[in-house]
């Protein structure tokens, strides 16, 4: 079974730091992309960026809200994407979710359950 | 703002036939990328519903389907049912803004 399991998430000061996790299984980790998607509280979905393959030299793409502040990165070894987020702004609060791509594009076949990300004092 | 512009709800009585929008502009869906639409169900993960435009994938039922025409983008579900309910959002790739963009998503309810 095609699985993501995103963990990590909570509560955090503004200004600090958090690095969360999606683990895959089910499928070759290392041939798909993984996107990072968030969702506030009663709002819609908003891309956060996406790390490519091995093959496609790991390149990385952010949304700009976001820019300069999260790295996405990845540990092919382990099956692993990581979102660094930096910077933390309140309005950083919401779910965030793993999802991956195996045609390295916008598609995003399978999504993992998602983890709560909290940024208040 | 989202950078594809969906209605915020559209309703529909049992067995009916629903649409919604999703409209872009030349950068995203008008420049020939694909649109993806996505399922997201009362307190889940969204599901990808429909791919490449108009591709169901295994398991989705033939109750729904897309399509696309210059830079907007539809999706229909025919024959509603209750468990229909959720909260759909249109995605497509923006060349201007390089990353993916979504719709603000629409909520249908089934009356």
């Known amino acids: 079974e095609v699985q993501l399991v995103e963990s990590g998430g909570g509560l955090v000061q503004p200004g600090g730091s958090l690095k969360l996790h999606c683990a895959a299984s089910?499928?070759?980790?290392?041939?798909?992309?993984l996107h990072w998607v968030r969702q506030a509280s009663g709002k819609g979905l908003e891309w956060v960026g996406r790390?490519?393959?091995?093959?496609?030299?790991?390149?990385?793409a952010y949304g700009a809200p976001v820019k300069g502040r999260f790295t996405i990165s990845r540990d092919d070894s382990k099956n692993t994407a990581y979102l660094q987020m930096n910077t933390l702004k309140t309005e950083d609060t919401a779910v965030y979710y793993c999802a991956r791509s195996p045609t390295d594009t916008a598609l995003l076949t399978t999504w993992g359950q998602g983890t709560l990300v909290t940024v208040s004092s | 703002q989202s950078v594809l512009t969906q209605p915020p709800s559209v309703s529909g009585a049992p067995g009916q036939r629903v649409t919604m929008s999703c409209t872009g502009s030349?950068?995203?869906?008008?420049?020939?990328?694909?649109v993806h639409w996505y399922q997201q169900l009362p307190g889940t993960a969204p599901k990808l519903l429909i791919y490449?435009?108009?591709i169901r994938p295994s398991g989705v039922p033939d109750r729904f389907s897309a399509s696309k025409s210059g830079t907007s983008a539809s999706l229909a579900i025919s024959g509603l049912q209750a468990d229909d309910e959720a909260d759909y959002y249109c995605?497509?790739?923006?060349?201007?803004?390089?990353?993916?963009?979504f719709g603000g998503g629409t909520k249908l309810t089934a009356l």
């Open positions: 089910g499928f070759t980790f290392s041939d798909s992309a």
């Open positions: 490449g435009d108009n």
């Open positions: 030349s950068s995203n869906i008008g420049a020939g990328y694909d």
């Open positions: 790390i490519r393959s091995k093959s496609n030299n790991y390149a990385t």
């Open positions: 995605q497509s790739h923006d060349n201007s803004l390089g990353g993916s963009v």
